[in-house]
């Protein structure tokens, strides 16, 4: 289960204010797109979301628990930039959380249990379609493969929930077609929500099966201080989208679907 | 075509690379020549014969008095001062670095610290450090250290806090410690860059080195060029410089390579 719960979340900076009284009930297992102009504080929210920033007032609950005040392996993230570690190859990328995870001291693995993380790492790998750049460091892939890296470093991890800042904002339309193909196989096979911030209402529809709008009800110079953004729209897509399972209507329109992770 | 469009080829770039140093060897060899025709026994601009025999007698020669080839010695002397010196320097630039670049607690108490510290004058230290140290090696390593170390930590820090906020993140949900985030995310990241400082500091190292082995000595290259500089041999000082000009370059294009050996990731990512 990973239901999130955020009530009557705010944030200030100083004298301004972001984000005002937003509260929104995100269901398990949703694919929640955050939309809205620049500036109106979806980022803000995912970073909240995130336990980068403290919330000013109000609470998030994952599962009925406050969340951390910091970041933490329930949450996993993909940044639009910087999602991986340049200095580690590809499959160091992704058998890093693990290796984090099982050595508390050394933070690496040896023999027997490097061999198993590796494995598991190679089949992550390949799940995103990295197959065979196992050994190449992040400079030498294109900007996709970059993206579809920091997934599977997420992921590997298993988390309740995977928040995605704009993860292919930089990406162009053939390649992003293809990451979306394969954002929703995830999606559909591993057991998380997803929140995503985009810029692109046609990925917001394509993929998620709820988009969200962020804006500011008052914004005329003198207002924008003191007034924040907040959520104005709540859109569910019709028909609805179900992790794991076809679509009723137009069982092609997300493509294959497995029922693992189910 | 506008020139800054036009590019030299091969060969022309290698003819260009030595021009400069061509141009320089002349000027040098007319300028002896003339001092020489003038006074043979003129010692301020030696020619090439007296420079290939002070060669011959400071490095191929056993010292008449202590039977040691003087040139490897106070190679060896100079070589071992200047590798203590920025073998302890390392250490500290990359602890304190790390430390300050990665905890905001540690940046706060030592950051001010080490920027003071970077800003006193090395070389009005030396005195200070002849009285307590005594005249021995320890006061010149001391110099060198004092002299780079405060800013490689500086520089450490400074690449360390560089780093995209979005990686430390990134770390912390993959579930890493503190320490973890040092060990694997900074400090690996931070590696490249000691050897990119430790080559812009082997200047300075080798200027504090020379200072210290002028004022107190009894080996070292920096020795020898101030003893017999009593004597006016310019045919011994000119070798001895050209000789601590070409192991620095040495040492800077071998610390370049080894980087490039070791952290080949940090070579790719130059290029973006």
Redesign the interface.
Same mark, same amino acid.
């Given at each position: 289960m990973s239901a999130l719960s955020i009530k009557n979340l705010w944030k200030e900076y100083g004298d301004q204010i972001v984000l005002e009284n937003a509260s929104i009930e995100i269901e398990s297992r949703a694919f929640v797109a955050l939309v809205g102009p620049s500036g109106c504080g979806k980022s803000t929210f995912l970073r909240l979301l &995130?336990g980068?920033e403290q919330q000013t007032k109000g609470e998030i609950l994952l599962d009925g628990t406050p969340l951390p005040k910091?970041?933490?392996?329930d +949450?996993?993230?993909v940044?639009q +930039?910087?999602?991986?570690?340049?200095?580690l190859t590809v499959l160091g990328n992704v058998m &890093?959380?693990k290796?984090?995870?099982a050595s +508390?001291?050394a933070? +690496?693995l040896f023999g027997a249990a490097k061999r198993e993380v590796e494995d598991e790492a190679r089949t992550m790998i390949a799940a995103v379609g990295l197959a065979g750049s196992e050994d190449k460091?992040?400079?030498?892939l294109s900007g996709g493969m970059q993206q579809r890296l920091?997934l599977a470093?997420?992921l590997i991890?298993r988390?309740k929930v995977l928040l995605l800042d704009e993860p292919f904002g930089a990406l162009d339309p053939g390649i992003r077609a293809e990451i979306h193909t394969l954002m929703k196989k995830l999606w559909h096979e591993a057991p998380m929500t997803v929140v995503m911030v985009t810029h692109d209402m046609r990925e917001a529809f394509t993929l998620a099966t709820r988009v969200v709008a962020f804006d500011r009800p008052r914004d005329r110079p003198e207002e924008k201080l003191r007034y924040g953004a907040t959520i104005t729209r709540d859109i569910a897509i019709w028909p609805p989208r179900k992790a794991g399972e076809a679509s009723l209507f137009r069982p092609d329109r997300d493509g294959p679907v497995s029922s693992k992770g189910q | 075509m506008r020139w800054i469009n036009t590019k030299p080829g091969q060969g022309a770039r290698l003819t260009l690379a030595l021009l400069p140093f061509l141009l320089l060897l002349a000027a040098y060899m007319i300028g002896s020549a003339e001092r020489l025709a003038d006074n043979p026994n003129d010692k301020l601009l030696p020619g090439l014969d007296a420079l290939g025999a002070a060669i011959q007698r400071m490095a191929f020669t056993p010292d008449v008095r202590t039977g040691d080839y003087l040139l490897w010695t106070d190679t060896a002397a100079s070589l071992t001062r200047l590798a203590a010196g920025l073998g302890i320097s390392i250490l500290i630039a990359l602890v304190l670095g790390l430390v300050i670049g990665t905890l905001p607690y540690a940046r706060a108490m030592l950051s001010p610290f080490v920027d003071a510290i970077s800003m006193v004058p090395p070389l009005a230290l030396l005195p200070i450090l002849f009285i307590v140290m005594g005249l021995g090696e320890a006061s010149k390593i001391a110099l060198i250290v004092i002299g780079v170390a405060p800013i490689m930590v500086r520089d450490l820090a400074l690449t360390a806090l560089a780093l995209p906020r979005e990686m430390i993140v990134k770390a912390e949900t993959l579930s890493a410690s503190s320490w973890q985030i040092a060990l694997r995310v900074v400090l690996p990241q931070i590696l490249p860059r000691l050897i990119t400082t430790l080559r812009l500091q082997l200047g300075p190292a080798w200027l504090f080195l020379i200072a210290a082995e002028a004022i107190s000595s009894d080996s070292g290259l920096g020795y020898r060029i101030f003893l017999v500089r009593r004597y006016l041999s310019m045919d011994v000082i000119f070798p001895y410089v050209l000789w601590i000009t070409l192991l620095a370059i040495l040492t800077d294009i071998l610390l370049d390579r080894l980087r490039i050996a070791v952290f080949p990731w940090s070579e790719l990512e130059k290029g973006k």
């Open positions: &995130l980068q910091e970041p933490g392996p +949450r996993g993230v940044f +930039r910087y999602s991986v570690f340049p200095h &890093l959380g290796e984090l995870k +508390r001291f933070a +690496r460091y992040p400079a030498q920091a470093q997420a991890m988390p | -």
